[in-house]
Protein backbone atom coordinates (compact mmCIF):
# COMPACT_ATOMS: atom_id res chain seq x y z
CA UNK A 1 0.00 0.00 0.00
CA UNK A 2 1.71 3.09 -1.06
CA UNK A 3 2.08 6.21 1.85
CA UNK A 4 0.20 8.98 1.94
CA UNK A 5 2.39 11.73 0.62
CA UNK A 6 3.99 14.44 3.02
CA UNK A 7 3.84 18.42 2.32
CA UNK A 8 7.61 18.99 1.82
CA UNK A 9 7.55 22.02 4.34
CA UNK A 10 7.67 19.47 7.07
CA UNK A 11 11.67 18.54 5.95
CA UNK A 12 13.69 21.47 6.35
CA UNK A 13 11.66 21.65 10.20
CA UNK A 14 12.58 17.59 11.33
CA UNK A 15 16.27 18.32 10.07
CA UNK A 16 17.78 19.88 12.87
CA UNK A 17 16.17 17.29 14.74
CA UNK A 18 17.55 14.23 12.60
CA UNK A 19 21.18 12.85 12.38
CA UNK A 20 22.54 12.36 9.03
CA UNK A 21 21.35 9.26 6.84
CA UNK A 22 24.61 8.79 6.06
CA UNK A 23 25.24 5.88 8.67
CA UNK A 24 28.23 4.56 7.69
CA UNK A 25 29.99 8.03 7.70
CA UNK A 26 28.58 9.14 10.49
CA UNK A 27 28.83 6.86 13.91
CA UNK A 28 28.12 8.88 16.65
CA UNK A 29 25.25 7.62 18.31
CA UNK A 30 21.96 9.15 17.96
CA UNK A 31 18.64 8.17 19.82
CA UNK A 32 15.19 9.86 19.09
CA UNK A 33 12.27 9.64 20.95
CA UNK A 34 8.98 9.45 18.99
CA UNK A 35 5.20 8.62 19.44
CA UNK A 36 1.61 10.14 18.16
CA UNK A 37 -0.57 11.62 21.31
CA UNK A 38 -4.31 13.09 22.27
CA UNK A 39 -4.84 16.56 23.51
CA UNK A 40 -5.10 14.73 26.63
CA UNK A 41 -1.83 13.39 26.61
CA UNK A 42 -2.71 9.12 26.22
CA UNK A 43 -1.02 7.23 23.66
CA UNK A 44 -3.62 4.78 23.44
CA UNK A 45 -7.48 4.52 24.76
CA UNK A 46 -6.91 1.70 27.15
CA UNK A 47 -4.06 -0.52 28.81
CA UNK A 48 -3.16 -2.77 25.58
CA UNK A 49 -5.16 -1.54 22.83
CA UNK A 50 -3.76 -0.15 19.62
CA UNK A 51 -5.09 2.90 18.92
CA UNK A 52 -4.80 5.37 15.41
CA UNK A 53 -4.13 8.87 16.57
CA UNK A 54 -2.46 10.64 14.00
CA UNK A 55 -3.38 11.16 9.93
CA UNK A 56 -2.03 9.02 7.26
CA UNK A 57 0.15 12.11 6.09
CA UNK A 58 2.25 12.01 9.84
CA UNK A 59 2.32 7.82 9.89
CA UNK A 60 4.18 9.08 6.19
CA UNK A 61 6.45 11.61 8.57
CA UNK A 62 7.04 8.26 11.04
CA UNK A 63 8.22 6.14 8.03
CA UNK A 64 10.29 9.36 7.14
CA UNK A 65 12.08 9.51 10.16
CA UNK A 66 12.73 5.87 10.28
CA UNK A 67 14.42 6.03 7.78
CA UNK A 68 17.51 8.09 9.23
CA UNK A 69 17.72 5.15 11.60
CA UNK A 70 19.30 1.72 11.61
CA UNK A 71 17.10 0.35 14.77
CA UNK A 72 13.37 1.12 16.27
CA UNK A 73 13.02 0.36 19.81
CA UNK A 74 9.73 -0.15 21.40
CA UNK A 75 9.06 -2.70 24.87
CA UNK A 76 7.03 -5.66 25.31
CA UNK A 77 3.91 -4.11 26.09
CA UNK A 78 3.42 -2.69 22.61
CA UNK A 79 4.82 -5.55 20.87
CA UNK A 80 2.09 -7.53 22.57
CA UNK A 81 -0.75 -4.58 21.98
CA UNK A 82 0.00 -3.32 18.75
CA UNK A 83 1.67 -6.31 16.49
CA UNK A 84 4.07 -4.09 14.63
CA UNK A 85 6.05 -4.13 11.65
CA UNK A 86 8.56 -2.11 12.33
CA UNK A 87 9.74 -1.90 9.10
CA UNK A 88 10.30 1.14 6.95
CA UNK A 89 8.02 2.11 4.23
CA UNK A 90 9.43 5.18 3.32
CA UNK A 91 12.23 5.29 0.41
CA UNK A 92 13.56 1.89 -1.30
CA UNK A 93 15.70 -0.91 0.67
CA UNK A 94 15.79 0.86 3.71
CA UNK A 95 15.90 -1.48 6.66
CA UNK A 96 15.57 -0.94 10.21
CA UNK A 97 16.35 -3.97 13.08
CA UNK A 98 13.42 -4.21 15.59
CA UNK A 99 14.59 -3.74 19.31
CA UNK A 100 12.50 -5.15 22.09
CA UNK A 101 12.92 -4.64 25.76
CA UNK A 102 11.80 -7.34 27.11
CA UNK A 103 13.47 -7.83 30.83
CA UNK A 104 11.61 -11.76 32.22
CA UNK A 105 11.50 -12.77 28.37
CA UNK A 106 7.41 -12.71 27.73
CA UNK A 107 7.59 -12.81 24.18
CA UNK A 108 9.56 -15.84 24.56
CA UNK A 109 7.15 -18.36 22.68
CA UNK A 110 6.48 -15.70 20.19
CA UNK A 111 10.24 -16.14 19.02
CA UNK A 112 10.79 -19.71 19.31
CA UNK A 113 11.51 -21.56 16.12
CA UNK A 114 8.90 -24.34 17.85
CA UNK A 115 5.84 -20.83 18.45
CA UNK A 116 2.88 -22.78 18.30
CA UNK A 117 1.06 -18.94 18.97
CA UNK A 118 -0.08 -17.22 15.71
CA UNK A 119 2.71 -15.70 13.71
CA UNK A 120 3.62 -12.12 14.68
CA UNK A 121 4.50 -9.62 11.73
CA UNK A 122 8.28 -9.40 13.31
CA UNK A 123 8.72 -13.30 13.12
CA UNK A 124 6.92 -13.39 9.52
CA UNK A 125 8.72 -10.41 7.98
CA UNK A 126 12.08 -11.93 9.35
CA UNK A 127 11.69 -15.53 8.46
CA UNK A 128 10.07 -14.34 4.59
CA UNK A 129 13.51 -12.38 4.29
CA UNK A 130 11.74 -8.64 4.11
CA UNK A 131 12.71 -7.67 7.67
CA UNK A 132 15.58 -7.35 9.76
CA UNK A 133 16.42 -10.33 12.59
CA UNK A 134 14.76 -8.65 15.73
CA UNK A 135 16.91 -8.03 18.98
CA UNK A 136 15.18 -9.21 21.96
CA UNK A 137 16.97 -7.30 25.23
CA UNK A 138 16.43 -9.52 28.35
CA UNK A 139 17.53 -9.54 32.07
CA UNK A 140 20.87 -11.53 32.59
CA UNK A 141 19.67 -13.78 34.79
CA UNK A 142 17.52 -15.61 32.47
CA UNK A 143 18.73 -19.14 31.30
CA UNK A 144 18.03 -20.17 27.92
CA UNK A 145 19.59 -20.90 24.31
CA UNK A 146 20.03 -18.44 21.52
CA UNK A 147 19.82 -20.74 18.95
CA UNK A 148 15.79 -21.70 19.70
CA UNK A 149 15.06 -18.51 18.79
CA UNK A 150 14.01 -16.59 15.62
CA UNK A 151 15.65 -13.64 17.48
CA UNK A 152 18.83 -12.62 18.83
CA UNK A 153 19.29 -11.59 22.19
CA UNK A 154 20.82 -9.43 24.46
CA UNK A 155 21.41 -9.98 27.99
CA UNK A 156 21.66 -6.51 30.45
CA UNK A 157 22.10 -6.86 34.24
CA UNK A 158 19.01 -5.29 35.89
CA UNK A 159 19.89 -2.52 38.15
CA UNK A 160 20.48 -3.40 41.71
CA UNK A 161 17.83 -0.75 43.34
CA UNK A 162 14.78 -0.56 40.83
CA UNK A 163 15.59 -3.72 38.82
CA UNK A 164 15.46 -2.09 35.29
CA UNK A 165 18.09 -2.60 32.53
CA UNK A 166 19.49 0.84 31.98
CA UNK A 167 19.79 2.84 28.92
CA UNK A 168 23.00 3.20 28.30
CA UNK A 169 23.57 -0.33 28.79
CA UNK A 170 21.31 -1.25 26.65
CA UNK A 171 22.38 1.04 23.74
CA UNK A 172 26.35 0.29 24.15
CA UNK A 173 25.31 -3.05 24.08
CA UNK A 174 23.39 -2.89 20.45
CA UNK A 175 25.83 -1.09 19.60
CA UNK A 176 28.65 -2.94 20.23
CA UNK A 177 26.90 -6.42 19.28
CA UNK A 178 25.47 -5.36 16.35
CA UNK A 179 27.08 -2.13 15.20
CA UNK A 180 23.62 0.07 15.47
CA UNK A 181 23.75 3.59 16.43
CA UNK A 182 20.98 5.22 15.16
CA UNK A 183 17.96 4.66 17.77
CA UNK A 184 14.29 5.62 17.11
CA UNK A 185 12.63 4.79 19.91
CA UNK A 186 8.95 4.68 19.22
CA UNK A 187 7.55 3.32 23.08
CA UNK A 188 5.32 2.72 24.73
CA UNK A 189 4.28 4.88 27.71
CA UNK A 190 6.64 2.93 30.01
CA UNK A 191 9.62 3.51 27.85
CA UNK A 192 8.31 7.35 26.70
CA UNK A 193 7.73 8.37 30.56
CA UNK A 194 11.63 6.93 31.52
CA UNK A 195 12.98 8.33 28.55
CA UNK A 196 11.50 12.00 28.92
CA UNK A 197 13.36 12.42 32.55
CA UNK A 198 16.73 11.30 30.20
CA UNK A 199 18.43 14.04 28.73
CA UNK A 200 21.77 12.31 28.32
CA UNK A 201 20.34 9.29 26.55
CA UNK A 202 18.04 11.72 24.27
CA UNK A 203 18.75 13.49 21.45
CA UNK A 204 15.56 14.81 19.65
CA UNK A 205 12.11 14.49 20.75
CA UNK A 206 9.23 14.65 18.15
CA UNK A 207 5.62 14.28 19.03
CA UNK A 208 2.55 13.97 16.95
CA UNK A 209 -0.63 15.62 18.22
CA UNK A 210 -3.86 14.57 16.81
CA UNK A 211 -7.03 16.34 17.36
CA UNK A 212 -9.05 13.95 19.72
CA UNK A 213 -9.31 13.26 23.36
CA UNK A 214 -8.94 9.32 24.66
CA UNK A 215 -10.23 9.69 27.95
CA UNK A 216 -9.61 8.79 31.12
CA UNK A 217 -8.99 5.56 30.39
CA UNK A 218 -6.32 6.01 28.17
CA UNK A 219 -2.86 5.37 28.89
CA UNK A 220 -0.86 8.31 29.56
CA UNK A 221 1.98 10.26 29.00
CA UNK A 222 3.57 11.98 31.90
CA UNK A 223 6.82 11.73 33.35
CA UNK A 224 6.98 11.63 37.16
CA UNK A 225 8.83 14.84 37.78
CA UNK A 226 8.09 18.34 35.41
CA UNK A 227 10.37 19.06 32.44
CA UNK A 228 10.53 21.88 30.08
CA UNK A 229 11.72 21.41 26.88
CA UNK A 230 14.52 23.48 24.45
CA UNK A 231 14.91 24.15 21.02
CA UNK A 232 11.01 24.07 20.07
CA UNK A 233 9.11 24.29 16.71
CA UNK A 234 5.85 23.56 15.86
CA UNK A 235 4.69 22.28 12.49
CA UNK A 236 0.80 22.13 11.34
CA UNK A 237 -0.58 19.78 8.95
CA UNK A 238 -4.20 18.32 7.97
CA UNK A 239 -5.41 17.55 11.31
CA UNK A 240 -2.26 17.01 13.01
CA UNK A 241 0.33 19.03 14.67
CA UNK A 242 4.01 18.05 15.29
CA UNK A 243 6.46 19.50 18.05
CA UNK A 244 9.95 19.02 17.32
CA UNK A 245 12.62 19.54 20.88
CA UNK A 246 15.36 18.41 22.56
CA UNK A 247 15.92 17.79 26.14
CA UNK A 248 18.44 20.09 27.17
N1 LIG B 1 0.67 6.45 20.12
C1 LIG B 1 1.91 6.02 20.01
O1 LIG B 1 2.76 6.66 19.39
C2 LIG B 1 2.30 4.73 20.66
C3 LIG B 1 3.59 4.25 20.49
C4 LIG B 1 3.95 3.05 21.09
C5 LIG B 1 3.01 2.37 21.88
N2 LIG B 1 1.79 2.88 22.02
C6 LIG B 1 0.80 2.22 22.92
O2 LIG B 1 1.38 2.10 24.22
C7 LIG B 1 0.80 0.98 24.87
C8 LIG B 1 1.90 0.15 25.52
O3 LIG B 1 2.55 0.92 26.51
P1 LIG B 1 3.13 0.18 27.82
O4 LIG B 1 3.62 1.21 28.76
O5 LIG B 1 2.12 -0.79 28.30
O6 LIG B 1 4.28 -0.71 27.21
P2 LIG B 1 5.80 -0.50 26.72
O7 LIG B 1 5.84 -0.82 25.29
O8 LIG B 1 6.39 0.78 27.20
O9 LIG B 1 6.49 -1.72 27.48
C9 LIG B 1 6.61 -1.68 28.88
C10 LIG B 1 7.40 -2.87 29.38
O10 LIG B 1 8.69 -2.87 28.76
C11 LIG B 1 9.67 -3.30 29.66
N3 LIG B 1 10.69 -2.25 29.76
C12 LIG B 1 10.82 -1.19 28.94
N4 LIG B 1 11.91 -0.47 29.26
C13 LIG B 1 12.51 -1.08 30.29
C14 LIG B 1 13.67 -0.83 31.08
N5 LIG B 1 14.48 0.23 30.84
N6 LIG B 1 13.96 -1.67 32.08
C15 LIG B 1 13.17 -2.72 32.35
N7 LIG B 1 12.05 -3.01 31.64
C16 LIG B 1 11.72 -2.21 30.62
C17 LIG B 1 8.95 -3.59 30.99
O11 LIG B 1 8.68 -4.97 31.01
C18 LIG B 1 7.67 -2.78 30.87
O12 LIG B 1 6.62 -3.35 31.61
C19 LIG B 1 0.03 0.21 23.81
O13 LIG B 1 -1.36 0.41 23.99
C20 LIG B 1 0.50 0.81 22.50
O14 LIG B 1 -0.52 0.80 21.52
C21 LIG B 1 1.39 4.04 21.43
N1 LIG C 1 2.54 7.73 14.29
C1 LIG C 1 1.68 7.02 15.03
N2 LIG C 1 0.37 7.33 15.03
C2 LIG C 1 -0.53 6.64 15.76
O1 LIG C 1 -1.73 6.96 15.73
C3 LIG C 1 -0.07 5.54 16.55
N3 LIG C 1 -0.94 4.81 17.29
C4 LIG C 1 1.30 5.23 16.52
N4 LIG C 1 1.78 4.18 17.20
C5 LIG C 1 3.20 3.88 17.15
C6 LIG C 1 3.50 2.49 17.55
O2 LIG C 1 4.91 2.28 17.63
C7 LIG C 1 2.96 1.46 16.62
O3 LIG C 1 3.36 0.24 17.14
C8 LIG C 1 3.53 1.64 15.24
O4 LIG C 1 2.85 2.70 14.64
C9 LIG C 1 3.32 0.43 14.43
O5 LIG C 1 3.47 0.77 13.11
P1 LIG C 1 4.02 -0.29 12.08
O6 LIG C 1 3.14 -1.50 12.10
O7 LIG C 1 5.42 -0.63 12.50
O8 LIG C 1 3.99 0.47 10.80
N5 LIG C 1 2.15 5.98 15.76
Given at each position: ?????????????????????????????????????????????G?????????E?????????????????????T????????????????????????????????????????????V????????????????????????R????I???????????L?????????E???????????????????????????D????????V????????V???????????????????????????
Open positions: MSLHPIDESLFPVLKPYLSSNSIHRHRRRHVTLTYAQSIDSKIAAKGLRTHISHETKTMTHYIRSFHDSLVIGIGLLADNPSLNCRYGEGNRITPIIIDPTFKSMEIFSKESKVEKYKLENYLNGSGNKPVIVISDDIEVSDDFNCDVRIRRNNGDGKSWNSILNQCDQFGLHKFMIEGGAYIINDLLLCPDIVSLIITIGPFLGENGVSSPKTPLSLKDVIWWKGISDSVMCSKLK
